[in-house]
């Protein structure tokens, strides 16, 4: 078996901290045990503040972890690093007090809750050489997964995508950078990058983002905050019928297993400037509706 790899979270307000830590543990053979991490949490974020005691009782209780009183302290505890911080905000301070260590990172959803967090947090990975990224885990469900292996077989060009997800709002992490970045990222996964503007129309119940790829390509992201709601996608192709898959839920393993490979490897699965492009996505389609405007070019200068 490969050396053990020391894993340190950061923040400890959301569920996905018990969740990886349970599954490194289910997999002796990936040789990942999180062993320390810094509590933050946000007081002004309810899901945040309300539930930061608890999951700090699961993590040293049920998996040994140590807690620290300052990020230095955890690094020098740890081999790698999981910025779970609930709120997007603290994701920039804390990859300032992370990048200079070089130790590989995952950054949870959502990246920042900002587009011009997210630029900042780019140029501070790339300056660093920071082997780093961010992914919902929506990105890693085999639905979404099956369809890239089956493209070419099955599907051929992919010549549009209407992803859809539920998209709640927090005030802090406006928009679909809180809730919708799962949607965004269905969107994004099957599409690939390149959307070159986006237009956007809201209301209290759903909002539709329609974004245009190079070659007249469109993607669109329904944001459901009203009935039930689902993760899926219909995809137009030049093969295949429209045809709509959704969520299987079998994501967290696959999310933790890329993890792994990042760690041991150095190599992302997801790159960044992908992950800037889909912040710039939602910066644009926010623009859009607060402007009444259509076709609001992404901003990725």
């Known amino acids: 078996m490969a050396e053990t790899i020391r894993a340190g979270m950061i923040g400890l307000d959301t569920s996905h901290c018990n969740a990886f830590a349970k599954i490194f543990k289910e997999h002796p053979d990936w040789g990942v045990k ?24 699961v993590m040293v209780e049920t998996h040994g972890v140590k807690l620290t009183e300052s990020i230095d302290q955890m690094l020098e505890m740890v081999d790698v690093v999981l910025i779970e911080s609930v709120d997007g905000r603290r994701h920039l301070p804390e990859l300032k007090a992370v990048a200079p260590s070089g130790k590989p990172t995952f950054i949870d959803k959502p990246f920042a809750a900002s587009l011009a967090d997210a630029k900042e947090m780019v140029k501070l990975i790339k300056r660093h050489k920071l082997p780093c990224f961010s992914a919902s885990s929506l990105r890693f469900d085999s639905a979404f ?28 992490n406006p928009g679909l950078f809180w809730y919708g970045i799962h949607g965004v990222e269905i969107l994004y996964t099957l599409m690939g990058p390149g959307c070159q503007s986006v237009s956007s129309t809201v209301t209290p119940q759903s909002e539709v983002n329609i974004g245009v790829w190079p070659g007249g390509r469109l993607g669109t992201l329904r944001g459901i905050r009203a009935g039930k709601n689902h993760y899926g996608a219909t995809i137009i192709s030049e093969k295949a019928p429209p045809t709509t898959v959704t969520m299987k839920a079998d994501f967290y393993p696959k999310l933790c297993e890329a993890m792994v490979k990042m760690f041991r490897t150095g190599e992302v699965p997801v790159p960044i400037d992908e992950t800037l492009e889909m912040c710039a996505f939602i910066d644009a389609a926010m623009k859009s509706a607060r402007e009444n405007a259509d076709d609001i070019k992404l901003d990725l200068e």
Not at 34 to 57: C, G, H, L, W
């Open 145 to 172: 997964q099956n369809v890239l292996a089956e493209k070419e077989e099955k599907f051929g060009k992919i010549l549009g995508v209407d992803a859809f997800s539920p998209a709640h709002l927090e005030k802090t």
């Open 34 to 57: 999180v062993v320390a991490a810094y509590p933050s949490f946000s007081p002004d974020v309810e899901s945040s503040a309300n539930r930061i005691e608890e999951y700090k009782k």
